[in-house]
């Protein structure tokens, strides 16, 4: 992402969300890549639910989060997973 997505991002998060707040992640990735997107989660418990084939696998993580920078931050490391689709 550049700075300015990330700027504007930081500010719908701002304008949406008290902080601390609970926030909801959602990814799907690759079935290979499951482990490491579990590895950036290890302290939290998700939702996972496997694609028909087993393909891909989504995940839901909701978490108490201290600020949009923190929200951000963790986008910025999952975006390192290749194929991983944040929605």
Do not use: C
């Not at 969300?17 to 290979?32: C, N, R």
């Not at 891909?56 to 490391?77: E, H, W």
């Amino acid at each position: 992402m550049d700075q300015h997505r990330l700027d504007k991002f930081k500010e719908q998060l701002d304008q949406h969300h008290a902080w601390p707040s609970v926030y909801t992640f959602k990814f799907i990735v690759p079935a290979g890549k499951v482990s490491a997107l579990k590895e950036l989660f290890r302290q939290h418990t998700p939702q996972e639910k496997a694609s028909k084939n087993g393909n891909y696998t989504s995940f839901t993580y909701q978490m108490m989060m201290p600020s949009s920078q923190a929200v951000i931050d963790i986008y910025i490391a999952a975006s390192k997973i290749e194929g991983l689709i944040a929605l």
